[in-house]
């Protein structure tokens, strides 16, 4: 078990928005990697919907989740703020209690 301060980074994206973010996460998380995966998003807001996505009321988009250490944080959350900014993007971050490999 580790006891260092670890948090689990979520991260939803557009599907346009997919290979940029892998390559700026790859830049900064060649140690533990990252999970990523579909996810339907629902949202109160239509801004940059289809009609389609109006209609049915989800949109598409991509999940990226990693664990990251707590001094590459503020590192990650500002690296994405410089290269994707008014992008949409959206984040957010918790506290790991319990990580290990079994």
């Known amino acids: 078990m580790k006891h ?3 948090y689990l980074v979520t991260i939803n994206v557009p599907p346009s928005l997919e290979e940029a973010l892998v390559d700026a996460l790859l ?3 060649e140690e533990l990697g990252f999970s990523s995966f579909a996810v339907n998003a629902h949202h109160h807001e239509n801004k940059g ?5 109006q209609v049915t009321g989800r949109q598409k988009q991509l999940r990226f989740q990693m664990y990251i250490d707590e001094n ?3 590192t990650l959350v500002e690296k994405l703020k ?10 957010w971050v918790l506290p ?4 290990g490999v079994i």
């Open 96 to 99: 790991v209690i319990v990580s």
């Open 4 to 6: 260092d301060k670890e």
């Open 49 to 53: 919907l289809s009609l389609a996505e």
């Open 72 to 74: 590459d944080l503020e």
């Open 82 to 91: 410089q290269e994707f900014s008014g992008s949409g993007i959206q984040y």
């Open 27 to 29: 830049t900064l998380e």
